[in-house]
T-cell receptor, first 115, second 110 residues
C-alpha cells in the first residue's frame, strides 16, 4: 500500500535560519508531488508541484524553493526564514495514471513557527 | 473572482440535522472535483470525489452543476463527529493541479 511520510512534525526556527522539510512516498512510482502551506486561519496555498525527478513548478514567488532529487522524495527549503513563513506545511501526492476522480493524499504535515 | 470560493461559516447545527454546503469555481474547463475534510490541526483527508452525475456515500451526497459552476455537499443525519472544516477542491482546467477553497466550518452540537 502507498504511504506518505513527512518530518519533522513540529519545528521552531529563528528568523534568518535555513529550512529543510522532507517528504517521501512509498509504494508507488513517479507520483505527482505537491507542497502546500496553510497559514493560521487561512486556506491551503499551493507552493510547488512536481511531475517527475528534477521537474519543479512554482506557484507563488517567495523565499522558498523545492527539489526532487529522487522519484519519491520532495524537499522544501529556504536559505533564510522570515516570520511570514510560519505555517502548516503539507506534502501531498497523486499516483501516475490514476483516473481524474482520484484525489490527493496528504502527509501529516509540519507545523513551522519562525521566531 | 477567486478560483474556488466557499462560505466560511460556521454552520452550527444540532445532531440529526441536514446541512448543505456549496462551492463555486471560476474555471469552466475544470474536470475534477473533490470534497475534503480537515480536523483541527490535522491534514486534509479525502471525503469524496464529485462525479458528473452526482454521487452518494452513506450520509453524504455530492453534486456537480457545470452550467452554474458549483459543487455541493449534503450531509444528512449529522453526527457530533462530523464537526470539522470541509474543503472544496477543484483541479485547474484539465490538469492535476488542485486548488483548495478556504473551507466551510461545521459545528454539530448535541
Amino acid at each position: 500500500s502507498q504511504t506518505i511520510h513527512q518530518w519533522p512534525a513540529t519545528l521552531v526556527q529563528p528568523v534568518g535560519s535555513p529550512l529543510s522539510l522532507e517528504c517521501t512516498v512509498e509504494g508507488t512510482s513517479n507520483p505527482n508531488l505537491y507542497w502546500y502551506r496553510q497559514a493560521a486561519g487561512r486556506g491551503l496555498q499551493l507552493l510547488f508541484y512536481s511531475v517527475g525527478i528534477g521537474q519543479i513548478s512554482s506557484e507563488v514567488p517567495q523565499n522558498l524553493s523545492a527539489s526532487r532529487p529522487q522519484d519519491r522524495q520532495f524537499i522544501l527549503s529556504s536559505k533564510k526564514l522570515l516570520l511570514s513563513d510560519s505555517g502548516f506545511y503539507l506534502c501531498a501526492w497523486r499516483g501516475l495514471g490514476q483516473g481524474r476522480n482520484y484525489g490527493y493524499t496528504f502527509g501529516s504535515g509540519t507545523r513551522l513557527t519562525v521566531v | 473572482r477567486k478560483e474556488v470560493e466557499q462560505d466560511p461559516g460556521p454552520f452550527n447545527v444540532p445532531e440529526g440535522a441536514t446541512v448543505a454546503f456549496n462551492c463555486t469555481y471560476s474555471n469552466s474547463a475544470s474536470q475534477s472535483f473533490f470534497w475534503y475534510r480537515q480536523d483541527c490541526r490535522k491534514e486534509p483527508k479525502l471525503l469524496m470525489s464529485v462525479y458528473s452525475s452526482g454521487n452518494e456515500d452513506g450520509r453524504f451526497t455530492a453534486q456537480l452543476n457545470r452550467a452554474s459552476q458549483y459543487i455541493s455537499l449534503l450531509i444528512r443525519d449529522s453526527k457530533l463527529s462530523d464537526s470539522a472544516t470541509y474543503l472544496c477542491v477543484v483541479n485547474k482546467g484539465g490538469s492535476y493541479i488542485p486548488t483548495f477553497g478556504r473551507g466551510t466550518s461545521l459545528i454539530v452540537h448535541p
